[in-house]
């Protein structure tokens, strides 16, 4: 299994970096498309839609991100209808997700968790359309991580669980390595790529730090939501897509959290 799972990651890294870095903007911005239609299709079953209802769910995510995205083209982290975007994804990840998770997913509507799905997907899409390639693979770097870290963490010294109704799994020990191989990456990043070094100086640096845990709190998030919604659909996985990781929602769970709050922190800061 190990294996099978190694080789499914390296596959999917080599054809999203080639993606990223050789194919059109618009062409990336359709592969997009056709990421968010496999995912809303997993978040459809996981909202326990069937038949003709999942089908009319996932033309619908896949022609919101396409009217977004054709009514923001071209896209830019700085243009005031994607930023629009990016603020109501990041009071959906830092109001919302904590107070629904909190109280428990598993009495949310059919309705409510379809909706939640579209807050989810959507946003992040626009995200990663949005973002230059540096900017994205800087911060999906940072997710990769931080999840690394965490699980790594987690296994040898985790004792103290983080959220045990939602996914006994994670514990607190994992979340702190987490967030401190965020620090670690943020700080080379800053140190190795002048685009990012020029805007971290003196006081600067507390904020960047905040702005790298922000980053991975949101990962955070958008991992236990996933294993939420999961747990209220009674599955393991989101989906059998990827041989030795489950579905595409269960590659993608952190990063749908933390790209529209790394863009919109991108945009904020003013780096090119």
Do not use: N
């Amino acid at each position: 299994m190990l294996a099978v799972r190694t080789l499914t990651a390296v596959a999917l890294l080599a054809a999203f970096l080639a993606a990223l870095f050789f194919l059109e903007r618009a062409l990336f911005a359709l592969l997009i498309g056709a990421i968010v239609a496999c995912a809303a299709h997993e978040w459809a079953a996981l909202s326990r839609l069937r038949g003709s209802a999942a089908i009319a769910y996932v033309a619908g995510c896949t022609a919101l991100y396409g009217a977004l995205a054709a009514w923001a083209w071209p896209m830019d982290t700085s243009a005031m209808p994607v930023i629009a975007i990016l603020i109501g994804a990041a009071a959906f990840w830092g109001l919302i997700v904590p107070l629904w998770l909190a109280r428990g997913m598993q009495s949310s509507s059919q309705v409510l968790m379809a909706a939640a799905g579209l807050a989810v997907l959507v946003p992040a899409a626009v995200a990663m359309a949005a973002l230059p390639a540096w900017q994205l693979l800087a911060i999906l770097c940072l997710i990769w991580i931080s999840d690394t870290a965490a699980y790594l963490v987690g296994r040898r010294f985790g004792r103290h669980k983080l959220a045990p109704t939602v996914s006994p799994g994670k514990t607190i020990e994992g979340a702190a390595g987490a967030i401190l191989a965020s620090l670690a990456y943020a700080v080379i990043l800053a140190l190795t790529m002048p685009a990012i070094g020029s805007h971290v100086k003196g006081f600067a640096w507390v904020a960047y730090a905040a702005a790298a845990m922000l980053l991975c709190a949101s990962g955070i998030f958008g991992d236990l939501f996933e294993s939420g919604a999961k747990r209220y659909a009674g599955v393991k996985d989101s989906g059998k897509l990827l041989p030795g990781h489950g579905g595409v929602l269960d590659r993608v769970d952190s990063v749908c959290a933390a790209l529209p709050v790394g863009a919109l922190l991108v945009a904020w800061a003013g780096i090119r």
